[in-house]
């Protein structure tokens, strides 16, 4: 299976902040790599899919870089509606795998 | 518009099974994958397995081999998940998603139901 490792674990910014999130693959997976965001008891919502591109209705002020192992997730400016966990996950192979997620706070 | 409505919570006891339903609605149901995806209280997401609605085959974790099935009615448009077996680690909020489904590739989980909480208690 192919392993994703997210970091930073959690992180606090400020309202207008940029911020930015890594996920790295245990294997090359081209550019199989999307990008969720969970509010609590909540289902995942699909931001940046195929490593760069924006999801269906998504604001602008996410991105998302990277192929082959290495990818970035980036809030261009931090908003208090951003808090959240963000996962990246991999479609590259069978099984799925996800990033252990970021938790994003407000400072 | 697009929906996956899931069954309600469930309480099973260990050692039992349980069986969730993921009801679609507002696309071409063999246009697309339905996976199955769980979240244990304070945990990530972990992949449980597809279904692709059309020829009703699927693909399971390894961690689940064996102890999960997944079907689908067509007439219903809906899929099931059933979990047999289970254990108190099974707690968790279950959910499906769909996927575009086509040949020679897998894509991202675009539209996501809306969760069933599983508690395994005796």
């Known amino acids: 299976d192919i392993q994703m490792t997210q970091s930073p674990s959690s992180l606090s910014a400020s309202v207008g902040d940029r911020v930015t999130i890594t996920c790295q693959a245990s294997?090359?997976?081209?550019?199989?790599l999307n990008w969720y965001r969970q509010e609590p008891g909540k289902a995942p919502k699909l931001l940046i899919y195929d490593a760069s591109h924006l999801a269906t209705g998504v604001s602008s002020r996410f991105g998302g870089s990277g192929s082959g192992s290495d990818f970035s997730f980036t809030i261009s400016s931090l908003q208090p509606g951003d808090i959240g966990t963000y996962y990246c996950?991999?479609?590259?192979?069978?099984?799925?795998?996800f990033g252990l997620g970021t938790k994003l706070e407000i400072k | 518009q697009v929906q996956l409505v899931q069954s309600g919570a469930e309480v099973s006891q260990p050692g039992a099974s349980v069986k969730v339903s993921c009801r679609t609605s507002?696309?071409?149901?063999?246009?697309?994958?339905i996976h199955w995806v769980r979240q244990a209280p304070g945990q990530g997401l972990e992949w449980m397995g597809r279904i692709s609605p059309n020829t009703g085959a699927t693909n399971y974790a390894q961690t689940f081999q064996g102890r999960v099935t997944v079907t689908r009615d067509t007439s219903l448009t809906t899929v099931y998940m059933e979990l047999s077996r289970l254990m108190s680690d099974d707690t968790a909020l279950y959910f499906c998603a769909r996927a575009l489904l086509l040949p020679g590739y897998y894509y991202p989980l675009d539209v996501w139901g809306q969760g069933t909480t599983v508690t395994v208690s005796s």
């Open positions: 507002g696309y071409a149901f063999t246009g697309y994958s």
């Open positions: 996950q991999q479609n590259h192979n069978l099984p799925y795998t």
């Open positions: 294997q090359d997976i081209s550019n199989s």
